[in-house]
């Protein structure tokens, strides 16, 4: 894990009534290729901002050395979206 990203999403000021839901799904998925099918292991991060409506969603590649950082990467440009970068109060997310 990049604590250097970590620490800049965390430095963000809390918005308190911001919720934010997301996850990682398959590419394959999304795109409805059958599971049998060879594809490449691609994904996309696709974050809500429940308060706000914003979405942003980021192919990621089941290659990259931390997923995670890919994550917490998408969470910043998702905060770079609000007027003022913020992070929310509260992160809902099932993977």
């Known amino acids: 894990m990049n ?3 970590l620490e800049n999403f965390l430095a963000l000021p809390v918005n ?3 919720t934010w839901q997301g996850g990682v799904v ?3 998925d999304v795109l409805g290729i059958p599971s049998a099918v060879d594809v490449d292991e691609m994904g996309m991060v696709v974050l809500y901002s429940v308060t ?3 979405v942003h969603a980021k ?3 089941n290659s990259v050395k931390n997923l995670l950082d ?3 990467g998408v969470m910043l440009e998702l905060s ?3 007027e ?3 992070r929310p109060a509260r992160i809902e997310c099932d993977d």
Request: hydrophobic content about 35%; glycine content about 8%.
């Open 59 to 61: 192919p990621i590649s």
């Open 80 to 82: 770079d979206k609000h």
């Open 52 to 54: 706000s409506e914003f």
């Open 84 to 86: 003022s970068p913020i």
């Open 3 to 5: 604590g250097r990203l």
């Open 26 to 28: 398959r590419m394959a």
């Open 16 to 18: 308190t009534d911001e």
């Open 70 to 72: 890919g994550f917490v």
